[in-house]
């Protein structure tokens, strides 16, 4: 099965930062890739998918990158509604088990 | 607006049985691949089952193989998913998700709030 490596677990930031996170498939899965951000108390919401598409209604300060094996996330300049945990997830259908990373925990500096 | 909401989550014994259920809305239920994806307290996310559009194509992760069913009731709208044989670690929140018109895959766009299986004695 792939397995999906997110860095960091943990990242502290300031409003106003440029922030990046990381995801790593054990194989590579194309661009079958999706990012998404979870609130405390609630269910996922998709930011990214196709490693680089923004979802209808994301700020476009959420951006997406990368193919294969190397995956990141950029949010260009944190809003205080973006603290939050974000998790990449594969959905490759050669490997259908839909794998999400651990999660990065985006926590206020 | 597109709407799921689970329900049938409750605390059970380990080795029973329990049925949750996904009450869709506000889209072409029959037309949608769907999943169910969990998630333990204080941890992260893991999918567990998904289904096609039609019923036809059912998948489920490791951990649930051969305990859990994934069902699709179209008339009624509702995704099920049978789960027997529990155990402790399936104690999770868990959520239904839908996936594009056409896709089986992903991503999932939209996410019901959960309802919450306690496994314990």
């Known amino acids: 099965d792939i397995q999906m490596t997110q860095s960091p677990s943990t990242l502290s930031a300031s409003v106003g930062d440029r922030v990046t996170i990381t995801c790593r498939a054990s194989q590579s899965i194309s661009n079958w890739l999706a990012w998404y951000q979870q609130k405390p108390g609630k269910a996922p919401k998709v930011l990214i998918y196709k490693a680089s598409n923004l979802e209808s209604g994301v700020p476009s300060r959420f951006s997406g990158s990368g193919s294969g094996t190397e995956f990141t996330l950029t949010i260009s300049s944190l809003q205080p509604d973006d603290f939050a945990t974000y998790y990449c997830q594969q959905y490759n259908n050669y490997s259908p088990m839909y794998t999400f990373g651990q999660g990065t925990k985006l926590e206020i500096k | 607006q597109v709407q799921l909401v689970e329900s049938g989550g409750g605390v059970i014994q380990p080795g029973r049985s329990l049925r949750l259920s996904c009450a869709a809305s506000?889209?072409?239920?029959?037309?949608?691949?769907m999943h169910w994806v969990r998630q333990a307290p204080g941890k992260g996310l893991e999918w567990v089952a998904v289904?096609?559009?039609?019923?036809?194509?059912?998948n489920y992760a490791d951990s649930v193989k051969g305990r859990f069913i994934i069902s699709k009731d179209s008339p009624k709208n509702t995704l099920n998913l049978q789960m027997n044989s529990l155990r402790d670690d399936d104690t999770a929140l868990y959520y239904c998700?839908?996936?594009?018109?056409?896709?089986?895959?992903?991503?999932?766009?939209?996410w019901g709030q959960g309802t919450l299986v306690t496994v314990s004695s």
């Open positions: 998700a839908r996936v594009p018109r056409g896709a089986l895959h992903g991503p999932f766009d939209h």
């Open positions: 506000g889209f072409t239920f029959s037309s949608y691949a």
């Open positions: 289904i096609s559009y039609d019923g036809n194509y059912r």
